[in-house]
């Protein structure tokens, strides 16, 4: 029985007749940019992350980039995060002519390690911008209580953690913004690119707004430049569709995870990702480390089960990143890059397909 990593036939085939008659509505009534169902997504995608606005655009690395431009990062900056994630994040500082300074992680969330963050702050960081790794929280009490503490501005990349919980409070509406991707694979995916700004301040909303199409307010009037970011009408239907049964896809994906836990904890040499801790993890990725990843990799593969490294270079050590790393060394995520390792997870994976894979992983380890 193969398995793939993800598997996005299933959700289409039981939202089909909907998706399917929203997309031709749309070719019919040609309202193809910035059109009635993008309007209507941002309400309700708003509504159901209790936040007061969501600004949709182009892409989740858009996102994160019209984001700090908002809230006003820009030249000669410093941007902490975390290098624990995929390039987009400290790409979107660079956009911006800020300097990502990097922080080290915990090593049972992954995410950034708020004990280590005070040490990075100079006097010309500006922001924090934690990832919610694999959907699981970062620890934003504490990161907000530094942020207020030193005068920082929080900028949260939420593009694995679509309607995870931390504290009571949606990813997405703690800090001044929260980025999301609706790349396919994300928890909240469409057919193609999108991506979205939430945010609470109602100036920060009105500056994503003008952001995202070419600084202008009132067409042809442009105040500030601006860019061409903005959400195609045809995925805010599919978004629409799917965002209705998203919290039962979050929960698909806890109990595959719960599951593979559960294994996994039986099994000596494997370590399963942490789980819920001051939050809900929404499991983007069900990340495991392992000394012997790559024995059990091979063995999956053999099996024809996906399995993936995410991520295997961090981001210090990036060749990008090259110039503002030099002697940079962060023990704990190159640690997780040896050792991490990523297994099939999506809302309809069964319980028979996570025992076949937990069948794989018990054999190379009994060996
Ligand atoms: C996917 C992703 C992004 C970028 O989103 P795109 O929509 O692909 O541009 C940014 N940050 C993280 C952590 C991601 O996983």
Do not use: W
């Not at 005070?118 to 010309?124: F, H, N, Q, S, V």
Request: charged content about 20%.
């Amino acid at each position: 029985m193969s398995i793939p990593m993800v598997d996005l036939k299933g959700q289409y085939q039981t939202l089909k007749a909907e998706i399917d008659a929203g997309i031709q509505e749309t070719l019919e009534n040609t309202a193809f940019i910035l059109g009635p169902n993008v309007q209507a997504f941002e309400k309700e995608a708003a509504d159901y992350l209790g936040v007061k606005h969501a600004i949709s655009c182009a892409n989740g690395t858009d996102a994160l980039h019209l984001a700090l431009l908002a809230a006003g990062i820009g030249q000669g900056d410093e941007v902490i995060t975390t290098p624990f994630t995929f390039i987009a994040t400290a790409e979107a500082i660079a956009y911006v002519g800020a300097t990502p300074v990097f922080v080290d992680v915990e090593p049972d969330t992954y995410n950034i390690d708020p004990n280590l963050i005070e040490a990075a702050i100079t006097d010309k960081t500006r922001a924090i911008l934690p990832v919610h790794i694999f959907g699981q929280p970062a620890d934003m009490p504490a990161i907000m209580a530094i942020a207020d503490k030193h005068g920082l501005k929080v900028v949260e990349d939420c593009a694995q953690s679509f309607g995870a919980e931390i504290d009571g409070k949606m990813t997405g509406g703690i800090g001044i913004a929260g980025c999301h991707s609706f790349f396919p694979s994300k928890n909240l995916g469409c057919y193609g690119d999108g991506g979205m700004v939430t945010t609470n301040d109602d100036e920060v909303a009105e500056t994503l707004k003008q952001l995202r199409n070419h600084g202008s307010k009132v067409r042809y009037h442009h105040d500030i430049i601006g860019y061409n970011s903005r959400l195609d009408e045809i995925q805010a239907v599919v978004l629409r569709a799917k965002l209705k049964h998203i919290a039962e896809y979050n929960n698909g994906r806890r109990r595959a995870a719960h599951q593979y836990s559960d294994g996994l904890n039986a099994i000596n040499g494997t370590t399963p990702p942490a789980e819920d801790g001051k939050g809900n993890h929404v499991y983007h990725q069900y990340t495991l480390l392992s000394e012997r990843r790559d024995d059990i990799m091979k063995a999956l593969q053999e099996a024809g089960i996906g399995c993936a490294v995410y991520y295997p270079i961090p981001l210090h050590q990036q060749k990008a990143f090259e110039a503002d790393c030099q002697g940079v060394s962060m023990p704990v995520s190159e640690q997780i890059s040896e050792n991490c390792m990523s297994l099939p997870i999506f809302p309809e994976l069964s319980e028979e397909q996570v025992n076949t894979v937990l069948d794989v992983i018990r054999g190379v380890m009994s060996e």
